[in-house]
């Protein structure tokens, strides 16, 4: 199509970037084909901007100089690549010569900032040059190009743009790109010129950083809409005016290349006969629109408000996290306010993956060009302190290292190393990778204290002499102090928390709000993920299969047991039973080898997720036995669980290296995306974090729930080339259960009401209503905890060991059941102290002297039952089994609303006791429930009904306002709708419901008796 129908489109473009965009235009002559650069703004710039350098070269090379400076440049660019070269320079004749200035840090510098002026920006339209691609006549075809920007002469972007209303979109501008934009031209070389190519037309923009024909792949830079994939519109102007209002303004595109695009290198090992074959590929990186778009808010928010601020950044799987914490730490490090002060003094980042390690440094090193700038905290917390005490830019550590840093100043005292980390006036920003809850804690309580010690010090100073607890000592009450303040939030911290999955705590506590009022403070969400094709959809194949089986009491006796307990024994005897196990396995590898084998070029592999470490190793057993007995090739399975695993059907023990053939634990991952290993069955290990792009099938034999079926379904997403689809399929869980579990992560995350602070009074009154313990008790407890300065000493322990004991034995005097009612407030007091802790600046000594005296309690009473698993194994046997797929489709998470994430309340303060029955009544309420007079249809329909009910605000309500009877006669008045809600469909049974009074009372007894035992038990 004839370049000029887009005129209008390119014409505001540059309209935009010569006005308020900081560009000047050029003529299409000024570029040199044959060096595919602008030479004269090339030279130019370097005359200008460096002319000492200049005249020492023209006092060298006479009438030469020009072209000697442009051929060194051009083989500098050849060798080095642009991007290189504009933040490093080139050197000609021993002298270096810069071809671009960056922005610096602060004012501090005005020759730097004067420097930075002097850059040229320009844009060139329709930039034509004969290309390697030919004509039908076999001469070359000439190339135009919509749009080229160059910094300083150097090509770093080009555009494609299309207009709609010509009938043509951003689409066809890659088709054009792709078929009509050969590699091999200069101005497209990887690395050699332009860095990123843009396909525009009004509505949507997309990008790639390398051109490789129809394998070419270019991403979505789209700002999203309504949580999804697309652009929202603009009142008087285009979707993507951002574009070149914003992203390539002059000082967003020389930003971008400083602080943001870089070259990412991995390493691939194979074999190859006899030795190993290393795959080297090379990726440049453009911030895709999140990413570019997070970090600039991040960054611009603290540099205006300071530190003592929490953020959320809740950025979908695939986001890529890794180089958004990368790119955000290393501009922290640097960050200076308006009066020129560095806003933090370094840079602390949480995280337990290898990976980010490795990344965070080589990417840094690229924009920085030096060492030290990163340290990596890979040996023990001696170096953590060490690299805190000099003031290291950007430290990566573990957050278990923080509990330890006084010790190891201790050690490194005795050994003459002594070291101080001041904090006094300084500033730190904290990212940590995947927050959860775990990063409220005490560990993280230690990681407050230790940042803001001098700040925690001098806050108790000012309080002690307000103090007015007689009990303790001036020392514990500055120890009691020192607590509870390192709990609070610290001014002189912020806290920068990435996750795909925030729980209620995490949302609470990392809590600035972002545009829409409230946390998260960045959003990318699932939904635009999928969408724009950057994370698969892994609920788009889901299969779940039921297991109906029989059992019978074959024990002379009929006891009574714990119906709970007893229902989660023959669970877990019918689970781990080898009946089960093979025909799951069964299933397993016929539908691996027919169904997954051949996907993604006949690398996919597949993970068994099992329930437990027992039940792995029984599975891997059955699974090698089953591939080996059919003679099947090509299916060889890995195993992973902790520790040793001891089966007491066979009085073996077994650990994973010897399972795996010897295969160290460390070496797994990457024996896994070997082609000598398809399948990992695993148990607790691998279900999150674990990054394999060629895991394509799961196997689920355990129940999920919440954020867990998130994490671990989502290590299918990964996006690979070839991967087209995954599967899942579900032995355990309903897809109602799957779609509660990841409708609060699709879009957005709405969240409950935070707990009531009152409510901690009120359990502190509870407590002390038990005469379990008292006031005293707490006292005297605390008086000689708070003495500690490191360690306690033996007759402290002995002391405070005695206090617990005595209470311990008043424990024991309750029933089983006030037992049950009083460990769970003690819990629930612990649970809600730490968290509103955390938030509330508490000024009560009591408080904080009764939560660290409940921490210890809860650790010296006897457990339930003293700790003893409840067994059935001997008294039951398994009479028939089936196993029948039940439903084969997706989980649609665009239809309904999420349930809001709950916090803690009241939750443990009231246990709903165990009821007793007979063993075989037991036996045969399963048999009614699992037996084959019971079709599955309808056991789907009554599940479909429970659900939705339980789900049912008002019908919740209702379970956790009223008793039993009264619930129960309150659900006879609704139950009408809710089968009424389900009727298309089941027809049948919803006939025998509403015509068969009897069925119908039996029915309703079921139903109401589940839901009122689910929503009540919610809360325990």
């Known amino acids: 199509m004839p370049a000029h129908t887009e005129h209008d489109f390119e014409t505001a473009i540059e309209a935009g970037l010569i006005g308020r965009g900081g560009y000047e235009k050029r003529d299409p002559s000024a570029y040199d084909e044959t060096m595919a650069l602008f030479p004269t703004d090339a030279i130019g710039f370097i005359q200008t901007s460096q002319p000492k350098r200049w005249a020492q070269l023209e006092a060298l090379l006479a009438d030469k100089t020009e072209a000697t400076v442009l051929d060194s440049l051009t083989k500098e660019l050849a060798l080095k690549g642009t991007l290189h070269v504009l933040r490093h320079g080139f050197k000609c004749y021993g002298k270096l010569l810069r071809v671009a200035y960056f922005q610096p840090n602060s004012g501090m510098n005005p020759e730097a900032a004067a420097r930075y002026q002097q850059n040229r920006l320009t844009i060139t339209r329709q930039v034509a040059f004969a290309s390697v691609l030919k004509r039908p006549d076999g001469k070359p075809r000439r190339c135009i190009i919509d749009v080229v920007l160059a910094v300083n002469g150097l090509p770093v972007v080009t555009a494609e743009l299309k207009n709609p209303q010509t009938g043509q979109h951003a689409a066809d501008a890659i088709k054009q790109y792709e078929r009509d934009r050969d590699p091999r031209d200069l101005l497209f070389s990887f690395k050699q010129r332009a860095l990123v190519h843009f396909a525009v037309d009004p509505d949507e923009v997309w990008m790639t950083t390398r051109l490789k024909g129809d394998d070419t792949f270019f991403l979505p830079f789209n700002r999203g809409m309504n949580h999804g994939a697309g652009n929202p519109p603009v009142a008087d102007n285009w979707k993507t005016h951002y574009l070149w209002d914003e992203v390539l303004q002059a000082d967003s595109l020389m930003d971008i290349l400083q602080r943001f695009i870089h070259l990412e290198v991995t390493e691939r090992k194979t074999p190859a006969g006899r030795g190993i074959r290393t795959a080297r590929k090379e990726t440049m990186i453009f911030p895709r629109y999140h990413q570019l778009d997070a970090v600039r808010q991040l960054v611009g928010h603290a540099q205006a408000n300071g530190s003592g601020h929490n953020y959320l950044v809740q950025h979908s799987a695939g986001s890529g996290k890794s180089n958004s914490i990368a790119w955000l730490a290393h501009r922290l490090a640097s960050l200076h306010d308006v009066t020129d002060a560095k806003v933090f003094h370094s840079v602390v980042v949480v995280t337990d993956r290898r990976v980010l390690d490795t990344q965070l440094q080589d990417t840094i090193y690229q924009f920085e060009h030096k060492t030290g700038v990163v340290e990596k905290i890979d040996e023990d917390t001696q170096q953590l302190a060490r690299a805190l005490s000099q003031g290291t830019p950007i430290v990566i550590t573990t957050i278990q290292k923080f509990p330890f840093i006084a010790q190891a100043l201790e050690k490194l005292d005795e050994k003459g190393e002594g070291l101080r980390i001041d904090t006094a006036n300084k500033r730190f920003a904290v990212i940590v990778d995947e927050a959860h809850s775990s990063q409220s804690g005490e560990t993280a309580g230690a990681l407050r204290g230790m940042l803001n010690k001098d700040g925690i010090e001098s806050t108790i100073a000012a309080q002690l002499s307000d103090a007015e607890d007689d009990e303790l000592s001036d020392d514990a009450k500055a120890n009691l102090l020192r607590d509870a303040a390192r709990r609070q939030r610290q001014p002189n911290l912020s806290f920068f928390a990435f996750t795909a999955t925030p729980k209620f705590k995490t949302k609470a506590l990392f809590d600035e709000p972002g545009p829409n009022g409230t946390s998260p403070f960045h959003e990318y969400s699932m939904r635009q993920a999928i969408e724009e094709r950057f994370i698969m959809d892994v609920l788009a194949n889901y299969t779940t299969y039921k297991r109906f089986y029989g059992l019978v009491k074959q024990a002379e006796a009929d006891p009574e047991v714990p119906r709970k307990k007893a229902a989660k024994a023959l669970s877990r005897y019918m689970e781990l039973h080898p009946v089960n196990i093979d025909q799951v396995v069964s299933v397993i590898v016929e539908h691996f080898r027919l169904n997954v084998m051949h996907e993604i070029g006949g690398r996919a592999r597949a993970m068994v997720v099992t329930g437990s470490r027992l039940a792995a190793v029984k599975y891997k057993k059955a699974f090698d036995k089953y591939v080996k007995d059919h003679g099947y090739i090509g299916i060889r399975s890995l195993v992973a669980f902790s520790g040793t695993v001891d089966d007491p059907d066979s009085d073996a023990s077994y650990i994973e290296v010897a399972m795996n053939d010897g295969l160290p634990e460390r070496e797994l991952p990457e024996a896994f995306e070997r ?46 080339p070839g991967k087209a689809r995954t599967f899942v399929l579900d032995f355990v869980n309903d897809e109602a259960d799957i779609y509660q579990a990841f409708k609060p992560y699709y879009e957005t995350t709405p969240v409950e009401e935070n707990a009531d602070p009152q409510r901690l009074n009120e359990l502190h009154h509870e407590l002390l209503q038990w005469a379990v313990f008292s006031p005293d008790d707490v006292g005297a407890f605390a008086a000689i905890w708070y003495l500690r300065k490191r360690e306690h000493s033996g007759r402290e322990h002995q002391q405070m060991s005695s206090i617990l004991d005595r209470v311990v034995a008043r424990f024991s005097d309750l029933s089983d059941e006030e037992q049950s009612r009083f460990r769970g407030q003690l819990t629930a007091f612990r649970n809600l102290y730490s968290f509103l802790s955390q938030i509330i600046p508490y000024q009560d000594s009591e408080l904080e002297k009764l939560y660290t005296f409940v921490r210890n309690l809860l650790t010296k009473l006897p457990l339930p039952d003293d700790g003893r698993s409840f067994t059935l194994e001997d008294d039951v046997a398994l009479r028939y089994y089936r196993i029948q797929q039940l439903t084969d489709g997706s989980i649609e998470l665009g239809e309904g609303e999420p349930y809001p994430l709950k916090g803690p309340s009241e939750v443990g303060t009231a246990g709903i006791k165990d009821q007793e029955v007979r063993l075989s009544t037991l036996v045969e309420k399963l048999n009614e429930r699992f037996g084959t007079n019971f079709t599955e249809a309808d056991q789907y329909f009554f599940d479909q009904i429970r659900v ?6 008002k019908i919740s309500e209702a379970a956790k306002a009223n008793t039993w009877p009264n619930f129960k006669s309150y659900l006879e008045r609704v139950m009408d709708e809710l089968f009424i809600e389900r009727m298309e469909g089941n027809e049948e049974i919803f006939s025998r419901v509403m015509g068969d009074q009897s069925f119908r009372s039996a029915a309703h007894e079921h139903l109401a008796a589940e839901i009122f035992k689910n929503v009540r038990g919610e809360r325990q």
């Open 675 to 720: 082609d000598d290993y398809r399948v990992l069955l695993v148990a607790d290990k691998y279900q999150t974090g674990f990054d394999q792009p060629l895991l394509q099938t799961m196997y689920v034999i355990k129940r999920l729930a919440g954020v867990q079926a998130v994490q671990t379904l989502s290590r299918l997403n990964r996006m690979a």
């Open 948 to 953: 939705s009910a339980e789900q049912d605000e």
